[in-house]
Structure formats: structure tokens, C-alpha cells
């Protein structure tokens, strides 16, 4: 399963975000230069962080952005949803209202799509783990004193 740079771009600002003290906002452009990222898609992207409730922003001479909320409150899953959409794995799949899984597969028959169960259990596996993950934990994971990524794989 792949994600877009949305969510990749989107999570590597709301990690240097979070190393940020809380009442100190930053730039984008000094975001866009630490993370080596393009600015003007940073700025689409905290736009819809923005939207979400994710962010701040501060105008002015000494302006720019910060989290709404402590690190350890923001769960990835929110972060992904809030610039990529919906999450799941196949184009075909999409969401009622009622919470329902729906495959655009399926006929308005008995019969339900081959893959639908499959594809489920992956969609569910991405989402708990994106909900079990704070952007707190990536944040002291960047750090360089933080976990080996062999240690992150046993804990999982």
C-alpha cells in the first residue's frame, strides 16, 4: 500500500512541528529548508492540517505555524486522514455514512466482492497502527539519541 507525498511531506512537516517548543512558531520556508521540501506544496498541505484542527498559524513579522495541540495527542491516523482522505486500500473501496465498508465491486446481489475481506483486514491493520502511533513517538524517533529502527520493530 502505497501513500501519497501528501502524507509523507505532510507528516515530515508535522514532525518538525513537533520539535518545536510550543509557543514558538516557525516558517514554512524554514520547514521547506530543513526537510528539503518544496514550500508551495508545504503550503497546500498545512492548509488542510489547518482545516483539520492540527495547526496554528500566527501572522506577522515573527509568525508561522505550530500544533494545536501537544504532540502526544496527535495520532498519525488523523494526520493521514486529514491530507489524504480516506484510508484505504484500493480505489474501489469507499465509506457510507453508517460506517460501512463498501466495494464498488460488489453487485446489488447476494454476492460480495472476492477480495473485500482481504482488503479489509489491510485497511484495518494501516489504521490501528497509524492510531497507535503519536506524532510524540516520531518525533523523539527523529531525535538522534532516539530507538534503533530494529528496536521500533520488536516493540511492534
Known sequence: MLFSTKAEYGVRLMVELGRQPSSQPISLSTVAEAERLPLSYLEHLVAKLRKAGLV???R???GGYRLAMPAAEIRMDAVVQAL???IAPMECF?????GK?????ED???RACSTKLLWMRVQGGVTKALAGTTLAELVEFSQPQGQSE???VKAA
Request: glycine share 12%.
Open 150 to 152: 530494529a528496536d521500533v
Open 56 to 58: 496554528t498559524s500566527t
Open 94 to 98: 469507499h465509506d457510507t455514512p453508517e
Open 101 to 105: 465498508v463498501l466495494c464498488s465491486h
Open 60 to 62: 506577522g513579522a515573527h
Open 84 to 86: 489524504e482522505g480516506q
Open 108 to 110: 446489488d446481489g447476494d
